[in-house]
């Protein structure tokens, strides 16, 4: 069994940046894709990163350019680097995990999950 702990969240103004890390126990990340989500209220939660375990990466559109995932197989730990942070980005961020070699972006393809950290951006 997987857990997955989040932190990092908190609140900062239009145009700052936060670093969200997620630290997994329980096994290594050697073969484990791993993916940031976000659920803001009252929306369906969304794909926002994934690195895979040979660390090829991949981003949602109204992130890219503004965030980087990556991740220290040695400490079982990804980040999440947000820069540039919008109003709009305010949401619950999720850290997910799975076994495989590709690079999950569904919320249906992560089998492990963590408790979430709040982000806010204020504007």
């Known amino acids: 069994q997987v857990q997955l702990v989040e932190s990092g969240g908190g609140l900062v103004q239009a145009g700052g940046s936060l670093r969200l890390s997620c630290v997994a126990s329980g096994r290594t990340l050697g073969n484990y894709a791993m993916g940031w989500f976000r659920q803001a209220p009252g929306k369906e939660r969304e794909f926002v990163a994934g690195i895979s375990w040979l660390s090829k990466t991949a981003y949602a559109d109204t992130v890219k350019g503004r965030f980087t995932m990556s991740r220290d197989n040695a400490r079982n730990t990804v980040t999440l680097q947000m820069n540039s942070l919008k109003p709009d980005d305010t949401a619950v961020y999720y850290c997910?995990?799975?076994?495989?070699?590709?690079?999950?972006?569904?919320?249906?393809?992560?089998?492990?999950w963590g408790q979430g950290t709040q982000v806010t951006v204020s504007s």
């Open positions: 997910a995990g799975r076994t495989t070699y590709g690079l999950p972006q569904s919320n249906g393809d992560y089998r492990d």
